[in-house]
Each structure stands twice: as structure tokens, then as C-alpha cells.
């Protein structure tokens, strides 16, 4: 049987790295084969154009256009490397972002043709989709304060998207509710204001309302 495909979205500092690995440890718990996936990367090729995006390798600005198009070069590789290779296998597939991302930031947040991004999207991804897109949806106030502490912590400085102004993680917060709205049947919004185990208990509760997994799963 074909896995499942769930991927986390979210703004910055909402935690999606964090659940998408509970998620992770708890379905293998159960005897789920699954793997994660990340975005920008997962691939070889994915992780060079990570670099690019994120620590100005090049050493060269990168035009928005540009940048759209990388990330969905990342994503097109990961797709047919790994995720339906693993989909096709039986395994479930975790990924920390995946095609909303783009459709937020690039949309959304940088001004480009929301529609636009949806077809470059179409494009990258072919009919892979995912079963489930969990929104850890956050104040844009809370998750600049996440981030500064996470950069303090780890005494590291802002990334390029770390930098833009906060109007910018406004109109992704709104955009990604946006998205939520026009496919209900994949979405789920989580409110990640809360206490991490709270939100792993929904996250949990989403994903076991996939079938597949309730019976197999601990808790
Ligand atoms: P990452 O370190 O993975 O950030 P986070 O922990 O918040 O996921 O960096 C990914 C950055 O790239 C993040 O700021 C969001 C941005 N991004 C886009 O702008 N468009 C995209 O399509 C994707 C996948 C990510």
C-alpha cells in the first residue's frame, strides 16, 4: 500500500521541526516505516541550492525570481529522489515544509502572482501531493521572539528571510490561513501558542485520523 505523505508549514519559529520529528519518532514507535524530508534540500542537489538560498554562497544577490525558481528546483528533485520513491515503497513521508512554502513567501510575502506560484508549484511537484498539511499558525510577534532566541541560542545571525521586516511574516501568516481555507480537506490549522506536548497531542490526533496508524501506534 502507498504511505502517506504529511508536510508541516508554518512561520518561522513555530515549531515545525520539532513536531515534524515527534511525528517521526512516534509513528516509528508503531512500526510506521517512514522518513523525513526537509525544504529547501533532502537531495544532494537540494542541499547545494539550500546554501545558495539561505548563506549567500554565490556571493551575489538573488533576484526573487530567481529565488522562486530554486525553490522549486529543490522540491522537484526531492520529489522524484525521494518522496515518491518512498510513497510508492509503503513508507510515510514527514517533510518540514513542502510547496505551501513557496506559495506563502514567494506569494504572498515577496508580491509575486499567488496563481503563479501555485502553477510553478504544479509544475515542480507533478500529481505528488500531500495527505495532510499541518499549519502551526503563530503571531507574527511570538514567532520574531521564537526566532531571536532560537539565533541567541544557537549565537548564530538572521538569515535572509530572518532579516525581512515584520510586515513580511504578516502577510505569510495571512497567506498561509489563506491556503488553509481554499483545500480544507488537506489542511489542518494548529495554533502553536501552547505548550509543545499540547500541540504534539494534535498533531497526533490529526495524523491518526488518517487510518492506517491508530491501531498501530502507542497512545
Ligand atoms: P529553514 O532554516 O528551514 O527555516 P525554518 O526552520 O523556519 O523552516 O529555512 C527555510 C527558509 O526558506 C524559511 O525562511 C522559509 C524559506 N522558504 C521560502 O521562502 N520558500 C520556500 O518555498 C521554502 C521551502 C522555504
Not at 46 to 56: A, P, S, V
Not at 136 to 165: I, T
Amino acid at each position: 500500500m502507498r504511505g502517506r505523505f504529511i508536510t508541516f508549514e508554518g512561520p518561522e519559529g513555530s515549531g515545525k521541526s520539532t513536531q515534524a520529528r515527534r511525528l517521526m519518532d512516534r509513528l516509528a514507535a508503531g512500526g510506521v516505516n517512514v522518513i523525513s524530508a526537509r525544504e529547501p534540500g533532502g537531495t544532494r542537489t537540494g542541499e547545494i541550492i539550500r546554501n545558495l538560498l539561505q548563506h549567500d554562497l554565490a556571493k551575489e544577490p538573488i533576484c526573487p525570481e530567481t529565488e522562486v525558481l530554486l525553490f522549486a528546483a529543490s522540491r522537484a528533485q526531492l520529489v522524484r529522489h525521494v518522496i515518491e520513491p518512498a510513497l510508492a515503497s509503503g513508507s510515510w513521508v514527514v517533510c518540514d515544509r513542502f510547496m505551501d512554502s513557496t506559495t506563502a513567501y514567494q506569494g504572498y510575502g515577496r508580491g509575486f502572482d499567488v496563481e503563479r506560484m501555485i502553477e510553478i508549484n504544479d509544475f515542480a511537484v507533478g500529481a505528488t501531493r500531500p495527505d495532510a498539511t499541518i499549519l502551526l499558525d503563530l503571531d507574527v510577534a511570538v514567532s520574531l521572539e521564537r526566532m531571536n532566541a532560537r539565533n541567541v541560542e544557537r549565537n548564530q545571525g538572521k538569515d535572509r528571510f530572518e532579516r525581512e521586516a515584520s510586515g513580511f511574516h504578516e502577510r505569510i501568516r495571512n497567506g498561509y490561513l489563506e491556503l488553509a481555507g481554499r483545500w480544507p480537506e488537506r489542511f489542518r490549522v494548529i495554533n502553536s501558542n501552547r505548550p509543545m506536548d499540547e500541540v504534539s497531542a494534535e498533531v497526533w490526533s490529526v495524523v491518526s485520523a488518517l487510518g492506517a496508524v491508530a491501531a498501530r501506534a502507542p497512545g
